[in-house]
Nanobody, 121 residues
Framework: QVQLEESGGGLVQAGGSLRLSCAAS????????MGWFRQAPGKEREFVGR????????SYADSVKGRFTISRDNAKNMVYLQMTSLKPEDTAVYYCAAGSWSPLPRNYRYWGQGTQVTVSS
């Protein structure tokens, strides 16, 4: 069992940066691959990126590649999403999820409640 809680969202101007954090509870956190997803109003939840259980592998959606970076600290039960060069189209609720290496939301068992990111033009 893993509980997840995101933080760090907010309002930022285009071109700015934010770092989202995902705090996990549960002794088995370090066993899980983790994903970040986002959902804009009226749109389906979409894959942002993922990180393997030991941080050795990451991959990203084309829309954020080169701008976003995922990292994790298993000693602290934390996963991070560093977002730079933000664009208005990055505006969404951002979620962390645990339990899969898949880019498909339906394959993840555990989800946080989400944190809102709003990018103004």
């Amino acid at each position: 069992q893993v509980q997840l809680e995101e933080s760090g969202g907010g309002l930022v101007q285009a071109g700015g940066s934010l770092r989202l954090s995902c705090a996990a509870s549960g002794r088995t956190f370090s066993n899980y691959d983790m994903g970040w997803f986002r959902q804009a109003p009226g749109k389906e939840r979409e894959f942002v990126g993922r990180i393997s259980w030991n941080g050795g592998r990451t991959s990203y959606a084309d829309s954020v590649k080169g701008r976003f970076t995922i990292s994790r600290d298993n000693a602290k039960n934390m996963v991070y999403l560093q977002m730079t060069s933000l664009k208005p189209e990055d505006t969404a609720v951002y979620y962390c999820a645990a339990g899969s290496w898949s880019p498909l939301p339906r394959n993840y068992r555990y989800w946080g409640q989400g944190t809102q990111v709003t990018v103004s033009s």
